[in-house]
């Protein structure tokens, strides 16, 4: 049994932050590389960050870069995504998904990840 389970989700007014946790057990999160991804209302679900399994290396999404960052802790098997500087097209629910993948190379597509949660909802206001 695999579980990610996201969390933080709230409402902020536009320039505010906000720090999403994700909790995975069943998986060997060590060894695992894991993303965070949004989907807006009638939008298509979008990369936003990801992280190797030893936290060494990190990317991230053009619209984000710079006002988050994504960090992880493999002894509490939790990644966080900080976000600052929340603006208004940042709202949807984001998730935490994951893969085992003890590998340099981090994949931005969401099919690649074999484990996902349910999100948590981001919304942003002005």
């Known amino acids: 049994q695999v579980q990610v389970v996201e969390s933080g989700g709230g409402s902020v007014q536009a320039g505010g932050s906000l720090r999403l946790s994700c909790a995975a057990s069943?998986?060997?999160?060590?060894?695992?590389?894991m993303g965070w991804f949004r989907q807006a209302p009638g939008k298509e679900r979008e990369f936003v960050a990801a992280?190797?399994?030893?936290?060494?290396?990190?990317a991230y999404a053009d619209s984000v870069k710079g006002r988050f960052t994504i960090s992880r802790d493999n002894a509490q098997n939790t990644v966080y995504l900080e976000m600052n500087s929340l603006k208004l097209e940042d709202t949807a629910i984001y998730y935490c998904?994951?893969?085992?993948?003890?590998?340099?190379?981090?994949?931005?597509?969401?099919?690649?990840?074999?484990?996902w949660g349910q999100g948590t909802q981001v919304t942003v206001s002005s």
């Open positions: 998904p994951g893969k085992k993948w003890k590998g340099l190379f981090l994949p931005l597509t969401p099919d690649w990840y074999n484990y």
């Open positions: 069943g998986l060997t999160f060590s060894s695992s590389a």
């Open positions: 992280v190797i399994y030893n936290g060494a290396y990190k």
